[in-house]
């Protein structure tokens, strides 16, 4: 069965810190995953997707599939990261997506 | 970057009434768009996939008599809560998939809020 797991419902971190959201997948097809992430009062949004290995923010993520995992890290967390971010598995070429239960990132000075 | 609106953002309606909810690609064509419930300080739940022209695919355990899906045309989606009850106080929201290239990106609206007194 597919299956998008974010184990920490809460990461608090201090500015300037590293920041590591764990993510981890159960999938029988080739994985591919999603970093969304949902400000206070604002719509959900793309950050990051593994196919595109980009960094956005400063935001990092590396498909492991040996551990299938899709780990998002950042070096030095900023106030304005602050914020909810859901892991996603895409389980269909149409864009059909499974969330993880989310993480509430709180970042303080 | 592409928009997808919902409307209306909220809504509060009595017990036994209908509600219906328009979710809208503003800039792009969607064959398929997907509703989502949010529970409070919970994930999204996919209730089903919207798809232009045809039937809507309900995810296990949705009631396609209660939530009603209609994708009449390729930019507008509505989701149509029959007879809400105060469970179907919830949070909704619905995605657009633009196609672009090989893949695609899902566009999200900013969802709306349901309260059924």
């Known amino acids: 069965a597919q299956r998008v797991t974010q184990p920490e419902k809460l990461l608090s971190v201090f500015k300037g810190a590293p920041v590591e959201l764990k993510c981890n997948y159960s999938y029988s097809g080739s994985p591919e995953l999603f970093w969304y992430v949902q400000y206070s009062r604002q719509r959900l949004q793309l950050l990051l997707r593994h196919i595109s290995r980009e960094s956005i923010k400063g935001f990092t993520a590396d498909l492991n599939k040996g551990e299938t995992s899709f780990h998002l890290k950042k070096p030095f967390a900023q106030e304005e990261d602050s914020a909810m971010y859901y892991c996603a598995l895409r389980t269909d070429s149409w864009g059909k997506l499974q969330f993880g239960a989310g993480t509430q990132v709180v970042v303080t000075p | 970057g592409a928009v997808v609106s919902q409307h209306p953002s909220r809504v509060i309606c009595k017990s036994g009434t209908s509600v219906k909810i328009e979710c809208r690609s503003l800039d792009f064509q969607a064959t398929t768009m997907f509703w989502y419930r949010q529970f409070p300080k919970q994930s999204l739940m996919l209730m089903a996939t919207?798809?232009?022209?045809?039937?809507?695919?309900?995810e296990q355990g949705v009631e396609k008599d209660k939530f009603l899906i209609n994708h009449a045309s390729l930019t507008l989606s509505t989701l149509t809560v029959t007879s809400a009850h105060p469970e179907d106080s919830s949070f909704y929201i619905c995605?657009?998939?633009?196609?672009?290239?090989?893949?695609?990106?899902?566009?999200f609206g900013e969802g709306s809020r349901l309260t059924v007194l």
């Open positions: 995605s657009a998939h633009r196609l672009a290239g090989d893949t695609g990106e899902l566009f």
């Open positions: 919207s798809n232009e022209g045809s039937k809507a695919t309900y």
